[in-house]
């Protein structure tokens, strides 16, 4: 895989002096890898839109035919429709679109047993981000990330005839297609009934995504693993959901402040706030099912901002927060090396008595993408802590980590540390005593301007409510 990336990389440097940036280049591949892997699944497509007609073409014919094909596709009606809508060819030299067309040509995509589309463009956004492509993290979760919380989560459609599954910041659908992988992997392949086969291909995987690129790449991705996702176009925190609940929500909101400059102004809200992850928190509350389960990833700034303790505190009392991990340090290398993160499991309708922390970071090296790349190594532990039952019902025994990193935590103990669930820790962190085996000064750096961004946040909400007629009377 990492020799295809190259080699796809490699062409991109050749395509910029072209004019086409690296979002255009990542998606012109997808669809021209979306052609060839439907080609090797025997997909249906539309009539001079198959594989096999593109490649045998060369020239300005080759050019044209292909700006057809993508209008041809954006007019196909259904799902089909939805991934090529609008999509344009930016290749305008014949000679760059039959090399890069030669290069997908190449591998079976199909023959290899990982989501290599998936990877391939993963690939491609890690080079992105280490040429300074900021932004390019917005896409992405780390697979192994996804497939731990799905391990925990469990999010098995076969249990009740409507289950649902919803990621509300969905990018390129790592969270549904990892569980789908998940669902097929522990039925020894996938093979159902026809009613069940039918339901789990049309009425079980949900998102919702902002940005239309990676909507795009989502529809294709579990298009790809024959299913037909309903993925919506459009804004999970100001635009007020429809009256649909879901089982499983899992989720890793985008991170940092960008366009947090105003509350979302929704009834379900119960705090307000201009933080877009703590309104994630009460976007996923409010569109869980009673008795639904939800894993959502956020950064550390979340959980220690001056309203994280407020939802918080809500969250614990409508729904059972029984489980946190704080991720690795560098869990996000290589775009967002710095950001400190973690993911809480939470049970909508029982309010909490215990939160369980594992602490996957403290005396952990921080990962790097060459010498210490993330595995599932990191997380076997604390699977096995987490327990079989999806809702945190295990039994559950400190004795789980030989290592101290499972601890349980009372409710009292939330409220006396004003539900700042970052607060929870008790290993004591060797760097902080040792010079030499401080944090690199990137990571220093990365986590000041954490702190430094949601002091801002917040002294923009006190701007905020004094605008709304709250200052005091002078």
């Known amino acids: 895989m990492s020799d295809i990336v190259q080699k796809l990389w490699g062409f991109c440097h050749t395509l910029r002096h072209e004019g086409i940036d690296y979002g255009d280049y990542i998606e012109q591949i997808t669809y021209l890898l979306f052609l060839k892997m439907?080609?090797?699944?025997?997909?249906?497509?539309?009539?001079?839109?198959?594989?096999?007609?593109?490649?045998?073409?060369?020239?300005?014919?080759l050019t044209d035919n292909y700006t057809d094909m993508l209008r041809t596709l954006g007019k196909a009606g259904g799902l089909l429709g939805d991934i090529f809508a609008g999509a344009l060819s930016r290749f305008h030299n014949p000679v760059s679109l039959k090399k890069i067309i030669s290069l997908v040509d190449e591998t079976d995509w199909t023959g290899i047993d990982i989501d290599v589309k998936a990877l391939a463009f993963e690939g491609l956004l890690e080079k992105a981000a280490s040429e300074g492509k900021k932004g390019a993290g917005q896409y992405f979760t780390p697979r192994i990330v996804i497939q731990s919380i799905v391990r925990c989560m469990k999010p098995d459609p076969r249990g009740t005839r409507e289950f649902t599954i919803m990621d509300p910041a969905c990018g390129t659908g790592g969270f549904l297609v990892c569980s789908y992988e998940w669902l097929k992997e522990i039925t020894g392949g996938g093979a159902f009934d026809r009613e069940l086969s039918k339901r789990i291909k049309d009425s079980t995987y949900y998102g919702q995504e902002l940005v239309e690129r990676p909507r795009r790449l989502a529809l294709m991705n579990l298009y790809l693993h024959n299913l037909q996702p309903v993925i919506?176009?459009?804004?999970?925190?100001?635009?007020?959901?429809?009256?649909?609940?879901?089982?499983?929500?899992?989720?890793?909101?985008?991170?940092?402040?960008?366009?947090?400059?105003?509350?979302?102004?929704?009834?379900?809200?119960?705090?307000?706030?201009?933080?877009?992850?703590?309104?994630?928190?009460?976007?996923?509350?409010t569109i869980l099912k009673p008795g639904g389960r939800a894993a959502v990833v956020v950064p550390d700034n979340v959980l220690f901002g001056e309203q994280a303790g407020d939802v918080f505190k809500v969250l614990c009392e409508d729904c059972d927060l029984h489980t946190v991990i704080r991720l690795p340090d560098g869990t996000f290398t290589p775009y967002s090396p710095g950001t400190k993160t973690n993911v809480i499991f939470f049970t909508k309708g029982l309010p909490t008595e215990h939160t369980w922390v594992y602490d996957c970071r403290t005396n952990i090296p921080s990962i790097t993408k060459k010498d210490r790349p993330l595995n599932k190594e990191h997380f076997a532990e604390f699977e096995q802590c987490f327990g079989d039952n999806p809702n945190g019902r295990s039994p559950r025994d400190p004795k789980d980590s030989p290592s101290d990193r499972w601890h349980k935590f009372h409710i009292t103990e939330l409220k006396e540390r004003n539900y700042k669930i970052d607060s929870l820790k008790w290993l004591r962190d060797d760097s902080l005593e040792n010079t030499d085996d401080l944090p690199?000064?990137?990571?220093?750096?990365?986590?000041?301007?954490?702190?430094?961004?949601?002091?801002?946040?917040?002294?923009?909400?006190?701007?905020?409510?004094?605008?709304?007629?709250?200052?005091?009377d002078e």
């Open 232 to 285: 919506k176009l459009g804004d999970s925190i100001y635009e007020v959901p429809d009256s649909q609940r879901f089982d499983v929500i899992l989720t890793n909101p985008p991170f940092g402040t960008k366009g947090a400059n105003q509350s979302p102004g929704r009834e379900d809200f119960t705090i307000e706030t201009s933080n877009k992850q703590l309104n994630f928190i009460q976007h996923v509350m």
């Open 38 to 61: 439907s080609d090797e699944r025997d997909i249906e497509l539309p009539e001079n839109c198959d594989w096999q007609s593109l490649k045998e073409l060369s020239g300005t014919e």
């Open 440 to 472: 690199l000064p990137e990571e220093l750096a990365a986590e000041a301007i954490d702190e430094l961004e949601a002091a801002v946040a917040e002294l923009n909400a006190i701007i905020e409510l004094m605008g709304n007629g709250y200052a005091a």
